[in-house]
């Protein structure tokens, strides 16, 4: 879609593929078969804007990404680069419908096998990042990484390239039912508490709280952030 700047029509709008139909009828279309094959991060922003603007993804560009992500086009993006795109799909208001939607899809599966989704989490996630969003990216990402294995999710996390602190924080998400189990206990004091979670990152605790499914569990979390760790 385009504004003509020519004198004799001027303002008209040009609109040579049926934009302005797809916009009315909330479509989100490609303009060619080839167009996921050319930039294969088109599928992650065709998923992101669907979910986002709920419009439905068009039945032929629907096929085209299926057949796109069938045929690896997705490894042929350096993974750096797919995961800062991937990260703007983590960070939507409505993340749990974009993560499902990635792995209906099978995009996940084809960026590591071992990207696996937990709804609950996720719903909990968008509960928690209603006003916020900062870093909600990096609790989504965490919650699809649960079931790595320890040595696995650090080879993944230094190809993906993502900064040290950030990395700490995703790796020590992995104990979150480990340490959920242990200050669920009713005999445990908030110097033991306190133990427990000070030898973690503030953003992996933060997520244990997310992740939290008692109210003693949130109840205790709260309280170290709140209070005893300062």
């Not at 703007?88 to 990207?115: D, P």
Request: hydrophobic share 40%; glycine share 2%.
């Amino acid at each position: 879609l385009c504004l003509s700047i020519h004198k004799k029509s001027l303002g008209e709008l040009i609109d040579v593929y049926g934009g302005l139909d797809d916009l009315e009828s909330k479509l989100i279309r490609v303009l060619h078969e080839k167009s996921f094959l050319d930039d294969p991060t088109r599928i992650l922003r065709a998923i992101r804007f669907a979910r986002r603007l709920n419009f439905q993804i068009e039945s032929r560009t629907l096929r085209w990404i299926k057949q796109a992500v069938q045929q690896n086009a997705l490894q042929q993006v350096k993974l750096p680069r797919l995961f800062q795109e991937l990260k703007k799909n983590f960070s939507e208001k409505k993340s749990k419908s974009q993560i499902q939607a990635l792995q209906k899809m099978k995009v996940l599966s084809a960026i590591h096998q071992s990207l696996k989704v937990d709804v609950a989490r996720l719903d909990a996630i968008d509960a928690f990042f209603k006003k916020n969003a900062d870093e909600k990216w990096l609790f989504v990402f965490m919650s699809l990484v649960s079931n790595f294995k320890s040595k696995e999710l650090v080879e993944f996390l230094k190809i993906i390239q993502l900064n040290k602190m950030d990395q700490k924080s995703v790796s020590q998400s992995l104990k979150v039912n480990r340490v959920l189990s242990a200050i669920n206990k009713h005999l445990i004091n908030r110097s033991e508490i306190y133990m427990i979670l000070n030898s973690f990152q503030l953003e992996t605790v933060r997520y244990f709280y997310v992740c939290a499914g008692t109210v003693r569990q949130k109840n205790r979390i709260r309280c170290y952030l709140d209070r005893d760790r300062f």
